[in-house]
Each structure stands twice: as structure tokens, then as C-alpha cells.
């Protein structure tokens, strides 16, 4: 649903105004190549110069050469346009390629700037935009932007200049013959823009028909199952081909402009020539003009129409260009709501004692999660909480790190309120394994140390013994450099959460958050898991998210919530004598294990 | 290559109008080539001194000319062009109506994303061929040949010289196409590393930030941002190639005939005319030898997208009515008495059974209760009697009959299923609720609405019934999408009556108000009822407990109870829940 939302929301702005605010900020990415750009529109204007001269040379070599018969002389002209002709080519080479240059490096900033700018971001912008949202300003949106950064601006340029020298060109041959010569171009410009704008809003059309189209094969494949319980589907083909219908005889419609339109500018140009022809024939006759100027001028008719259209396909790729930086820069001005203060405290050999006083928390407003929480674990502790799902446990994780900040209260580490140290600090101390464990793509070893170089073989090693993965790294000849495959698919749960202990082991943080998985593994793995659990908070301040007897019962203290708030605390032992709600979710959640056992 | 063979079907149907686009191009070609030979005339006049009004001949026929290639070429689009259009109509047809005939086992290990990249970019790459491609394939190929035939029958000795770059452009064409079809792949690999480690980074962020893990991010993606742009870079080196050197080479023709030109005019051999003419005709052969590439590149991308439409379209359904099919059996026949005759299930390229050994008989009328943990197969189970997969091992009767010789659709309109994912349409609630017929029934769609508790929700929406659901409209909370989805089976009356988990999203107090509602319209037909909670089908007339893929437990819910087993457990585990929850 969300990836069509997403989908369905960009094609409505696949193009926009262009904004002089945005275009502003997008020309600012242009800066640091300043020099480059000055130095590519230069050979525009030496491309175009030269690409215009050629067919003034035409009545040169035809006029004085080959009608005086002066052979020497031709090939003389001629050289020079095989001269003209060759450093075109390679300065056109180069400025291309450098255009090309400058798009990729520009790309690339951008990119750069646009990821290290999401990563800086706290949990709540991921939790509230899908994921593939978020990809797409990275990836698709920043391409779409070459083609301004690139060749855009700089051939836009070039075109003006062409469109300069050709003009140049001819009103130096012959004044009235050009003005001759462009009495077409106001029809040639209406005729233009008329097809424009039919174009345009047949475009429109067709894509509002391809995303009519596209939402419905979507809707239908996704509630295929549906469409075949209520054996609907000769009327989903039929709906289908309505829509399909409509877009193909749209799609005819502007095949019809474009058929209508080409022949038309061909004849405009024809005419255009016609006069060249009727009207400097004539003064050819009377020796006015020389037939050489004729021609050159019929060659330089064919050239004045491409940059003319070329400049208003430029203007479609900045409006394209539009919707994407729109988007882009309303990403880039998403500010994290948790930041780091100002004079961070640093801190000096963390000893992991923990204190909430009065947390309060809401992810939405005024609806509470967390509701005056007031706990203490002291240095080296292992607290377990437990309670019905709901109950506020996951918080008391999200806010300890900081993917959240407390709303009323405040969390103290060694009495430090979180809120005075650095992010990364902070979290450098705190090891969390999460419920769900994610494997990145990479091999066994770069999934442990997540590259971190200061994790070495031997520490990895260490870990892998403690979490009882030996077995299963040496099952392998590739050991723990065996790759992980979509996302861990060819691992079993039991492995990849011990992998995820690893991880945390090899970290060695002063402080460990487990979230217990609840789901269930065979008997085996089940016993590595717990021996597993046992190493890991072993010697450090550990809060667990219970779900096994058997880590509640290594615990020091059980606080159990409910609701948001702190309902009962004590040891396994405590609780269960004072029969309350602590021995009704161990008769739920954990009776059944002891039986078992 | 052989794979758009296969479009020859789609072509045939057109057959009329492509051969008549084909002759128009002859034509437009035909005529193009006459203009630069009228040029060349009314030179030729102009140097040895002419009058006035035989130029204005030689205007009015170039522009007559002009006229009638223009309505060929004219004539041209609205035929092949359209024809496409046509054709890429006909494809996207064929491959929806064929992808609505598939059945589970195709979805289940293909994303939609996929297929709908399928139904875009390839159907697009496929009509991109038959459209511009065999259009200016032939242009192209008639263009040269009568440009060939007039430039040789006016000087060989010059044509070819001014051909003598031709080879040289052709295998130019050919060498920087495939270099760059070789280095656009590897930027689109590398683009799609990129996409996937964003993808990655961003799903497992909290275990980035956790780690602390964000400057190593940034770097990897730098490392794959930075060897994407090399890889642009070194496509663009070709890319910015092609251009120059194509434009230099025909250039170099021009310059070439201007030369030999020029002396055979001194020499008296040839006029001026001629000389305009030609140069004419060698700026009309550029298009087309620059079009050569790009026509290539288009079946380059066509091929492969076909040959993905065709191993879809190539899919049989594996559940569909076929020779052992009993015609004569309508839905009258159906009364809805099932049963399970040792029915195993395990899922296509799968080891385990998900259901095993299954006996169950349910007769006409009853309610069964299935409950069991997460995985029992308790919705393999369901999906099995509309035949959404079918059995493994055993089989399944209806009134008696093998239910793979009932007609499919007469099978699934005598079933309504309440599945456990809500799915609705984004359309109205009133075509959502009627959407087993192709009208609305306005009583119907009240009283089922009433009958699924959705009545009085939608009573307080502004539009009623007439609301638009999706993003489009409104949308539906859990419990609303839920009994919408129950008001839809209970409008279709079926036989027999599947809820899988249906009301789950409601509270316990609207459960019990929905079900003394769904009484009335259990009562003459065959139900079963999936659940979690033991509430919903404590009333059923028979239960079964599905554990470890077999039927564990069978009974009434007071004989369950008292026997003590999974049940029981069930039973306490959820009154202490409730007593958690009042806490």
C-alpha cells in the first residue's frame, strides 16, 4: 500500500513550475565548479562559431573558387574546412565529455550530501516515511537532475550562441535575403507552439491514464486472491481494458500531433527555401546576389530550426528537474528533533548505572506510552522487564539510546542526564540486540565487527566461541567469511540470533539491551541461545525483554509493566509470592516452559 | 532475438494497415528524393541566367513535393504508429487477462512490484520496436536504396567517393554501440548496488545507529556512489564519441563532394546543379545512418523484454477447469455438505507438510470452529475448498463431489470467504460490498451491511455508502475493513461460508454483537469459522484444534473442555488474559 502511495504521489508531480527559488538553490550546487562551466560554455561558443562558418565557406568555394576555376584556391577553402571540421569534432568531444564531468561530480556532492543528511536523522523520520520513499531521493530523484547539471544549462548556452552566429552569418551575406528568409519563422514559432501545448496536455493525459492504469494492475494483482474467490475476473479484464483502451486511443491522439505537426515545419522550411530560391533567384538575375550565397543560405535554414526545438526540450527537462529538487530539498531540510547539546559532557569510563526519574513519553501526542517511570539499575544489574505487548517495554529501550527523547522526566547515565552526552557517545557504551535480528549483506565476519577495523579476528573469534557459533562458522569452509544472503535468508532464526549476540559480545559495551525473541527454535539451538544469554550479560549492566524463564530467573530484579506504567518489581521469588500480576503473566507466558522443562 | 518472433501473431492482425504504411513510406521516400533534383534544376537555370517566373515553376513543384511527402509520411504514422499503439493495446491485454488466470502458486514467489515492471517498461521496450523500430528499419532501408540508385546514376565516380566514409560509419556505429550497451550495464549493476544499499542501511538503521555504525555507512556509500560516477564517466568517454565522430564523418562526405565536385564543375563535367543536388541528398542520408544505431538499440532492448513477457504468458495455470471437469454441474447442485478425505498439503517446492492425514466431514448447515497456534495450517486448510491450491494427497467432495470436477467458478460462487487480510478495492463501499454481482442490490447491501455490524459505521460516514475507500477516499480502520469484507461474503450468499480470523480487529463486545447478528445467516448454510479467541467458536457445532499439521482435537467446546488437552490450555490461557488486560 505505502509503495503505491509513494508512487501514485510522484506521478502526480512528475513535472512542476519552474520556481525561481528552487532553481536558485539548485544553481548554488553548480559553485564549486564555477571554473569548468566558464571554460565549457567558452567552447560552445567555439563549437557553434565554427559549426556556423562552414556553410559561409560554401560561397567562397563556390562563387571565387570553382566558378573562376581556381583549383589551387578550392582546395585551399577546402582545407580549411577539413581544418574547422576536425577541431569542432575535438572540441566537441572534450566539451561533452567535461559537461558529462561536471553532472557526475555534481551528482555525487548531492548524493553524498542527501545520505549523510538521512543518516543524521533520528528514528521518528524512518518510522513516519516508507523506506522506499527515502530510497528513491537518493537514487532516482538525484538522477534525475543530471541532465541539468550536465549538458542542460551548458548546451542551452550553446544553442543561443548558434542561433547568434547563424544570424550573424547571414545578415552579413545578404540583409533582405535573410529577412526573406526568416519571414517564416513567425508562423514556424506559432506552429510550434500551438503543437506545444496540444502535446503537453496530451501528455498530461496519457499520464494520468498510465498511473490509472499502472494502480489498477497493481490493485488487481495484489487482491488477485479476491478477484478468483468471487470469480470476478472477466469483469477485472474488462475494466482493464477500458482503462487500457482509453490510454491506447490517447496515445493515438498525439500520435496524430506528431504526424500532423513534422510534415507541416518540413514544409514551413520548404517554403523557406522556396523563397530563398523564388525571391534571390531573382536577384541572382539580376547579379545582386551570387549563387553561392544562395546555397549557403538554403544550408543555413536547415541549421536555424534544430536549436530552436532543442532550447524548448530544455525548458521540459528543468520542469522535470523541478519536482525532483522540490523533493530533495524538502528532505534536505528535515532537522533531527533529538540533537547533541552544545558543551557535551564527556564521559570517562562509563560504569552503567541507570536511573529513570519520572519518564513520561508519547510517541503521539497527549496519548501516553510511558507514564512516570522511576527505576534504578545499579552497575553491573541485570533487570528484566516484563508484560503484555503494549505495556511500554520497547520504549524504556528507545528512549535509554535516545531514538527518542523523554517528554517529561529524565534518564541518568552514572548520573549524567543522556540528554548532556553525545548521541554517538552515548550509544557507543549500549549494545542493543534487537527481537528481529537484520543481517547485512556481506559475510558472517563484516556482519559481527560491522566493519569496524578495531574488531580483530581474535576478538571475533572470542565471540563466536562465547555465543556457541563455533560449530556452525566451521560448518562452513569459507568459515566467517561465508557470505550472508538476502538478508540472511539461508540462516536459520536460531543462527542469525546468534550471530546478532556475537555482534553485541564483540562489541563489548558496558551496557546491554536484549530483546528477547519470542519465537520458537529447536531444543538444541534453544539451549545455545540460553547458554548464549548467559555470557552475554555477564559482567555488564543488562535490561532484557524477557521472554524465557530461564533469563527472568538469572535476573537481579523483574519490573513488570502494564500500561505504561511501573506495576510490580522485585526478584522471580518476590513476585510470584505476592501473587499479583506478575504470577498471572508467568502462568500465561512462562508456566508452560517450566512444565516443559 | 527469436523471441519477438513471437509477436508475429499481434502483427498479422494488422496486416493491411502495415503493409499500407510500408507503401507509404516507399512513396514518401519516392517523392523526397525527387526535391533535391528540382533544387538542382532551378540552380542549374540560375547560373546560366533564367527568368524570373520558371523559378517561380521550379517553387510550386519543390513545394508540391513537399506536399505530398508530407501527407505519406503523414499517412505513414497513422498507420505503423498506430498499428503499435494497437499492438501494445493487444499485449497489455493479453498479459493481464492471462496474469488474472493464474493461480497462487505463480504469485507466491513473485513480487508485484516485478510483474509491474513487466506491465510497463517491457510491454514499452516491445512497442518501441514494433512501432518506430520497424518504421524507420524501413525508411531507412528505402531511403539509402533510392538515394543510392539517384546519386550513382548522377556521378558514380563521386558517389563513391563521397560513400568512401560509409564503411568506416557503419562499423563506428556498430563498435560504439556495443561499447556502449556493454558499459550502460555496468552502470545500471552499480545503480542498483546503489539502490540496494540505501535500501539495506535504511531498513537496519536502528541497528546502524545502535552500533554507532554511521560514518562507516557513509563510506560504503561513498565507495559505491564514487565507483558509479567512474562507471558514468567511462560510458560518457563513448557516449561523448558517438556524436563528433558521426557528424565529422558525414561532414567529411559533404567536404569530399564539394572538392570532386567542384573540379568535375571545373573540368565541365558536371553542373552546379548537380552539385547542390547532391549535397542535398547526402544531408538527407545523415538521419538515417545516425537512425541505424539507434533502430539496433531498440531490438537490443526488445528481445530481452520479450522473452521476460513470454516465460509469464507461458505459464499455465495449474488450477483450471479441464478434461475431468463435470459441465453439467451447477450451482444448484451445491448444498454444501464437505468433506476431507485424507487430504495432505504441502506447499510447491516445499519438503514439509503443512497439513497432514486430514479426515473431517462438515455437514450441510453446521458451523465448525478451527482454532489452533499460528502456522497450524488452519488457513491452508480454508484456501483448500475454493481450490485457491489444491490438495497434495487425499481429496476434497462437495455433496459427494470431488471438488476438481466441479467448474471452478461455479466451485468459488458457491463459497464466500472473509480472508485474513482485508483486501477492498478503491472504489466505493457499496461496489465493495456488491461486488460478487454487477449491480447493486441496494436492499441487499443493507441488510448485509446490517448483518456485519459495517452498518452504523458507515451511516456516520458523509457519503454513506457512496464512499470512496483507498487514498483516493477515506480509510478504513482494522475492524471497519474487517466487516466490510464479511458484509461482501454475506451479499454473495453463498453456499458455504469461510471466515479466516475475520474478527479479529474488533473488541470482544462488538464480536459478540456481530455474531448474534451472522446467526441468522449461518443458520441454513455450511460455516467455518477460523479464530484465535476461543469466544467466536465456543457456539460452533463442532470444533476442531489443529496442531503440528493434524487435527489434534475434535468436539464441542464443552466436550473439549472437559477432555483437558490444547484446548483447555487455550481456554485458561485466554480467561487470564483477560483478567491481565482488567488489571
Not at chain 2, 516491445?126 to 540508385?149: A, D, E, K
Not at chain 2, 563521397?162 to 560509419?169: N, S
Not at chain 2, 549493476?189 to 536502528?206: P, Y
Request: hydrophobic letters at 40%; a neutral charge.
Amino acid at each position: 500500500m505505502s509503495e503505491k502511495a509513494a508512487h501514485k504521489g510522484e506521478e502526480d508531480t512528475l513535472t512542476k513550475d519552474i520556481d525561481s527559488k528552487i532553481l536558485k538553490r539548485l544553481l548554488g550546487f553548480f559553485k564549486p565548479y564555477s571554473r569548468y562551466i566558464v571554460f565549457a560554455t567558452f567552447l560552445t561558443i567555439i563549437i557553434s562559431a565554427l559549426a556556423a562558418l562552414r556553410p559561409r565557406l560554401t560561397p567562397i568555394a563556390i562563387d571565387d573558387k570553382i566558378m573562376n576555376n581556381d583549383a589551387p584556391g578550392l582546395q585551399y577553402i577546402i582545407l580549411i574546412m577539413l581544418g574547422t571540421l576536425v577541431v569542432q569534432g575535438i572540441i566537441q568531444y572534450g566539451m561533452t565529455y567535461l559537461t558529462s564531468w561536471i553532472g557526475q561530480k555534481i551528482i555525487y556532492d548531492l548524493r553524498k550530501k542527501i545520505y549523510s543528511h538521512i543518516l543524521s536523522l533520528d528514528l521518528k523520520f524512518f518510522d513516519r516515511n516508507p523506506i522506499g520513499r527515502i530510497v528513491t531521493r537518493v537514487t532516482g530523484d538525484v538522477e534525475v537532475l543530471f541532465e541539468v547539471f550536465s549538458s542542460g544549462l551548458v548546451t542551452a548556452f550553446g544553442d543561443i550562441f548558434l542561433i547568434f552566429w547563424i544570424l550573424y552569418f547571414m545578415f552579413s551575406l545578404d540583409f533582405t535575403l535573410t529577412l526573406v528568409t526568416l519571414s517564416v519563422l513567425p508562423l514556424l514559432i506559432y506552429a510550434t507552439s500551438v503543437f506545444r501545448k496540444k502535446v503537453r496536455e496530451s501528455y498530461r493525459r496519457i499520464r494520468l491514464l498510465i498511473a490509472k492504469l499502472n494502480s489498477y494492475i497493481q490493485e488487481h494483482l495484489t487482491g488477485i486472491t479476491i478477484v478468483q474467490y468471487f470469480v470476478k475476473e472477466k469483469k477485472t479484464i474488462d475494466e482493464f481494458e477500458e482503462i487500457n483502451r482509453d490510454h491506447t486511443e490517447q496515445n493515438k491522439k498525439s500520435v496524430l500531433y506528431y504526424a500532423v505537426f513534422f510534415p507541416i515545419v518540413e514544409l514551413l522550411s520548404a517554403i523557406s527555401a522556396g523563397l530563398i530560391i523564388w525571391y534571390g533567384g531573382g536577384q541572382v538575375i539580376q547579379n545582386a546576389v551570387s549563387v553561392g550565397v544562395l546555397i549557403s543560405f538554403i544550408q543555413f535554414t536547415e541549421m536555424f530550426f534544430r536549436p530552436i526545438r532543442d532550447l524548448s526540450e530544455k525548458y521540459n527537462i528543468l520542469q522535470t528537474a523541478m519536482a525532483s529538487s522540490e523533493r530533495i530539498f524538502a528532505l534536505l531540510d528535515e532537522k533531527p528533533t533529538i540533537s547533541d547539546p552544545e558543551k557535551p559532557i564527556e564521559l570517562k569510563d562509563v560504569k552503567g548505572n541507570i536511573e529513570f526519574r519520572n519518564v513520561s513519553f508519547a510517541y503521539n501526542e497527549g496519548d501516553y506510552v510511558l507514564r512516570n517511570i522511576n527505576f534504578k539499575i545499579k552497575e553491573g544489574e541485570k533487570v528484566a522487564f516484563v508484560g503484555a505487548t503494549g505495556a511500554g517495554k520497547s520504549t524504556i529501550i528507545n528512549l535509554l539510546t535516545r531514538f527518542y527523547d523523554v517528554y517529561e522526566g529524565e534518564i541518568l547515565l552514572d548520573g549524567v542526564n543522556i540528554k548532556d552526552i553525545e548521541q554517538m557517545e552515548l550509544r557507543k557504551n549500549i549494545a542493543i540486540v534487537l527481537q528481529d535480528v537484520f543481517l547485512f549483506s556481506g559475510d558472517i565476519r563484516s556482519n559481527i565487527t560491522l566493519n569496524n577495523p578495531e574488531i580483530t579476528d581474535e576478538i571475533i573469534y572470542n565471540a563466536i566461541d562465547n555465543t556457541g557459533l563455533r560449530p556452525f562458522v566451521d560448518s562452513h569452509p569459507e568459515t566467517i567469511y561465508k557470505q550472508v544472503t538476502e538478508r540472511g535468508s539461508s540462516f536459520s532464526v536460531g543462527q542469525k540470533q546468534l550471530i546478532s549476540f556475537a555482534r553485541a559480545l564483540a562489541y563489548d559495551p558496558k551496557i546491554l539491551i536484549l530483546d528477547e525473541a519470542t519465537s520458537s527454535v529447536d531444543t538444541n539451538t534453544e539451549i545455545l541461545i540460553q547458554n548464549a544469554i548467559k555470557k552475554l550479560i555477564e559482567g555488564r549492566t543488562s535490561i532484557i525483554i524477557a521472554h524465557r524463564l530461564s533469563t527472568i530467573q538469572n535476573c537481579d530484579k523483574i519490573i513488570v509493566m502494564h500500561k505504561g506504567e511501573i506495576k510490580e518489581m522485585g526478584t522471580h521469588q518476590q513476585l510470584l509470592e505476592k501473587g499479583g500480576l506478575y504470577f498471572k503473566l508467568y502462568q500465561l507466558q512462562y508456566k508452560e516452559e517450566e512444565i516443559s522443562e | 532475438m527469436k523471441h519477438l518472433y513471437s509477436l508475429l501473431p499481434y502483427l498479422k492482425k494488422f496486416k493491411k494497415k502495415i503493409y499500407s504504411g510500408f507503401f507509404f513510406i516507399i512513396l514518401s521516400n519516392a517523392s523526397d528524393s525527387l526535391y533535391p533534383l528540382v533544387i538542382g534544376m532551378a540552380i542549374d537555370d540560375l547560373s546560366k541566367g533564367t527568368l524570373r517566373h520558371n523559378l517561380l515553376t521550379y517553387v510550386l513543384v519543390g513545394l508540391l513535393i513537399v506536399v505530398l511527402r508530407g501527407t505519406f509520411l503523414f499517412l505513414t504514422r497513422q498507420t505503423l504508429i498506430v498499428v503499435s499503439r494497437e499492438i501494445e493495446n493487444d499485449l497489455r491485454f493479453d498479459f493481464f487477462s492471462h496474469l488474472q488466470r493464474l493461480s497462487k502458486s505463480f504469485y507466491n514467489n513473485r513480487s508485484t512490484g516485478d510483474l509491474m515492471a513487466h506491465a510497463t517498461n517491457d510491454i514499452s521496450n516491445v512497442r518501441n520496436f514494433v512501432g518506430p523500430g520497424i518504421m524507420y528499419s524501413f525508411q531507412t532501408f528505402t531511403r539509402i536504396l533510392f538515394t543510392l540508385i539517384i546519386l550513382f546514376s548522377m556521378s558514380s565516380s563521386v558517389t563513391l567517393l563521397a560513400l568512401a566514409p560509409l564503411p568506416l560509419i557503419t562499423y563506428i556505429v556498430y563498435k560504439v554501440g556495443k561499447l556502449t550497451f556493454n558499459r550502460s550495464r555496468k552502470v545500471y549493476k552499480i545503480f542498483s548496488d546503489l539502490t540496494s544499499k540505501a535500501q539495506e542501511c535504511f531498513s537496519g538503521i536502528r541497528v546502524v545507529k545502535s552500533y554507532v555504525r554511521e560514518r562507516n555507512e557513509n563510506r560504503e556509500f561513498d565507495k559505491i556512489s564514487f565507483d558509479y560516477q567512474k562507471k558514468n564517466l567511462s560510458l560518457a568517454k563513448v557516449q561523448a564519441f558517438s556524436f563528433p565522430m558521426m557528424f565529422m564523418l558525414t561532414s567529411l562526405s559533404v567536404i569530399i563532394v564539394i572538392y570532386f565536385g567542384g573540379i568535375k564543375i571545373m573540368e565541365g563535367s558536371m553542373s552546379l546543379g548537380d552539385l547542390s543536388a547532391f549535397l542535398i541528398y547526402l544531408g538527407q542520408l545523415t538521419w538515417p545512418m545516425i537512425a541505424f544505431g539507434w533502430i539496433i538499440n531498440l531490438i537490443q532492448r526488445a528481445a530481452p523484454s520479450m522473452e521476460r513477457l513470454l516465460s509469464i504468458i507461458n505459464v499455465k495455470p495449474d488450477i483450471a477447469d479441464n478434461e475431468n471437469t463435470d459441465e453439467d454441474i451447477t450451482q444448484k447442485d451445491i448444498e454444501g455438505e464437505i468433506e476431507f478425505e485424507n487430504v495432505s498439503f504441502k506447499y510447491p517446492l516445499s519438503n514439509n507438510f503443512v497439513l497432514k492425514n486430514i479426515n473431517l466431514k462438515i455437514r450441510k448447515g453446521t458451523t465448525l470452529g478451527i482454532i489452533g497456534h499460528t502456522g497450524s495450517g488452519k488457513s491452508t486448510l480454508i484456501s483448500l475448498i475454493p481450490r485457491i491450491w489444491d490438495v497434495t494427497e487425499g481429496r476434497i467432495l462437495i455433496d459427494g463431489m470431488d471438488i476438481k470436477k466441479i467448474p471452478l467458478d461455479v466451485l468459488r460462487r458457491s463459497v464466500g470467504i472473509v480472508p485474513q487480510e482485508s483486501f477492498l478495492f478503491s472504489t466505493t463501499i457499496e461496489k465493495n460490498v456488491s461486488y460478487s454481482s454487477d449491480f447493486i442490490d441496494e436492499d441487499e447491501m443493507i441488510s448485509a451491511a446490517k448483518k456485519s455490524g459495517l452498518y452504523k459505521d458507515v451511516d456516520e460516514f458523509p457519503l454513506k455508502f457512496k464512499t470512496v475507500l483507498g487514498e483516493r477516499g477515506i480509510t478504513m480502520s482494522g475492524g471497519q475493513k474487517q466487516r466490510t469484507s464479511i458484509a461482501r461474503a454475506i451479499y454473495k450468499k453463498p453456499e458455504i461460508l469461510i471466515l479466516d480470523d475475520s474478527l479479529s480487529a474488533v473488541d470482544t463486545k462488538t464480536e459478540e454483537e456481530i455474531l448474534k447478528e451472522l446467526k441468522s445467516v449461518m443458520r441454513d448454510r455450511t460455516s467455518l469459522i477460523i479464530s484465535h479467541r476461543i469466544s467466536t467458536i465456543k457456539n460452533a457445532n463442532n470444533i476442531i484444534v489443529l496442531s503440528h499439521s493434524k487435527i489434534a482435537e475434535e468436539g464441542t467446546h464443552n466436550e473439549l473442555i472437559s477432555a483437558g488437552g490444547i484446548y483447555f490450555d487455550l481456554y485458561k490461557k485466554q480467561l487470564l488474559e483477560e483478567e491481565i488486560k482488567e488489571f
